[in-house]
């Protein structure tokens, strides 16, 4: 294998999301969420008194599709783990338990992704990324 510095970015940016989502999709699979969902109850965490159903789309609709976050919203909401009230929506006490079990598991994933790296190697890979991503005139953004 070349050394590190003459390998393709492109490569291992495009297998580190593969795995890391693998792995995340299969963990939340066991706690029967998918990640759009988890992405939903996140969202809904952050937003106790309910959120517009359009803000949630427009915030995590960038990770997967606006139709993948919709679909992931009405069975949620046929789980029971969110009420809408007109264009209002706003978790249950069965979506906010469900929440903080996925929270703890995601911290958990976290800490296995972190093994052997450092927060400041963490942070410049992050930057690094980031750069790169706005250097091919792309938005570095995340929610």
């Given amino acids: 294998m070349q050394p590190p510095a003459r ?7 495009v297998r580190a999301g593969e795995a890391i989502g693998q792995r ?3 963990a939340l699979a066991e706690l029967g ?10 969202q809904l ?29 009405a069975s949620s909401q ?12 706003r978790a249950t006490a069965t979506g ?4 903080a079990r996925c929270a703890a598991l995601q911290a958990e994933l976290q800490a296995e992704r972190m093994h052997g790296i450092t927060e400041a190697e963490f942070a410049t890979t992050i930057t690094v990324l980031q750069r790169t991503i706005e250097n ?3 938005n570095a953004w995340h929610w």
């Fill in 136 to 138: 091919v005139g792309a």
């Fill in 45 to 73: 965490s952050l937003h106790p008194a309910g959120v517009e159903r359009t803000d949630v789309i427009d915030t995590v609709g960038p990770n997967d599709t606006a139709g993948a976050i919709e679909e992931a919203i």
């Fill in 7 to 13: 390998q393709p970015l492109g490569f291992w940016t």
């Fill in 96 to 99: 906010a338990a469900l929440f």
């Fill in 33 to 42: 969420v998918t990640q759009p969902q988890w992405w939903v109850l996140h």
């Fill in 78 to 89: 046929d789980n029971g783990w969110l009420v809408a009230d007109g264009d209002s929506i």
């Fill in 24 to 26: 995340t999709r299969s």
